[in-house]
């Protein structure tokens, strides 16, 4: 799988986002590094824009996405 296109400016990925979650290098190489199209962030960016996506949106918050994507 390929590089999430998201990648260079993402605050997750980038480690800019506040309480890193423990899992965090893990979550990276599974939705980052893998199959970005199962993010909780990337699902937003790509269903609403940049713009919608949360600072405090981690990836594996599904539930939350589909909520701002309704
Ligand atoms: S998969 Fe999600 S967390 Fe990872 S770089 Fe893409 S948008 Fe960011």
Redesign the pocket.
């Known amino acids: 799988m390929a590089?999430?296109?998201?990648?260079p400016s993402?605050?997750?990925?980038n480690d800019k986002m506040e309480n890193m979650p423990a899992m965090a290098q893990m979550?990276?190489t599974k939705?980052?590094l893998e199959d970005?199209s199962r993010?909780?962030?990337?699902m937003v960016?790509d269903k609403k824009g940049k713009d919608f996506?949360p600072k405090d949106l981690f990836?594996n918050q599904i539930e939350r996405a589909k909520e701002i994507m309704k």
Do not use: G, M
């Open positions: 590089d999430c296109v998201c990648l993402c605050i997750f990925f979550y990276k939705y980052c970005s993010c909780a962030r990337h960016f996506v990836p």
